[in-house]
């Protein structure tokens, strides 16, 4: 595993956008994390949030449920993208490759794709062919969530959401029509019911983060803020979209009636969840590799 992270480490650095990131890496980690530091502490401020306001059971049914059946879900994708290459990822790879994937996402490079791309690897996928679908998959998610948000605003009373739905599913349908050439329509039709389930889930998880901080906002509303954490990851110079995820969550809560700093602290909760579960599952594979 170590050999075809390596390789495709290599083969992802060579790029000369990605070169140019690395050289600014320790600017934009510092950025990131005074933008999530500082955005923490206005919205814990703004809020007046106290201890006592904060509720266990939905941040603890986010912890032990949602964000590991999150992680089940993205090893399952991971197992289509596999199968795309006509290859068979084992499902205690798989789920151990997307933990440390999860973990690996804050580093400053690309590090979620390059531990799925070493996965593919693996199995016996060549260098290019793996980056190839661990990219289009990535730009498949981006479209889905970005139309399922604007339906969201759509909901809400926004009319103009229509055009960025219009948008994002012009751009799933043209990704889903490239992976259909090699993939064909029964493995298509799966990769993109599970991105379906996907954006579901991570409703979810992003929902009992807002219920956990005891923020009253409905679940339409919540379905707004989903597209934060793709879109914010998608800037990959600055490590797991640092600080982007919650800032972009708190641009969109002019739009509906969330209060920003809401949606800003809702969201970096909903990031420490994850990367709890993530770095848990991790840990215990690791564990159990040496035992």
Known sequence: MIRHLTSFARFVTSNPAIVWMRGQKALMRALGILVL?????????????????????????????AAPLNLLVAAYTLQLSAQV?????????????????NVAELLPLPGGALVRGAALMSVGAGLAESARIVTITAILTLCMTVAFSAMALVMLGRPLGWIVV??????????????????????????FAIRLVTIAVGLTT????????????????VALFVVS???????????????????IAAGLAAMVTAPPAAAFLAVALNRAIGLLAGAAIAAGFSFWRKT
């Open 37 to 65: 530091v500082g955005g923490v502490t206005w919205s814990v401020n703004s809020l007046d949030l106290k201890p006592e306001a904060l509720t266990l059971r939905p941040f603890l049914l986010n912890l032990l449920i």
């Open 85 to 101: 290459l006509d290859r068979d990822l084992p499902n205690r790879g798989a789920v151990g490759a997307v933990a440390r994937a």
């Open 166 to 191: 219009g948008a994002g599913l012009i751009g799933a349908v043209g990704v889903l029509t490239v992976i259909g050439r090699q993939a064909g329509v029964v493995l298509t039709a799966k990769l």
């Open 206 to 221: 992003l929902f009992l983060s807002f219920q956990a901080l005891g923020a009253q906002i409905s679940l339409t509303e």
């Open 229 to 247: 954490t793709t879109l914010g990851s998608s800037v990959s110079i600055v490590p797991a979209g640092l600080g982007v995820n919650e800032a």
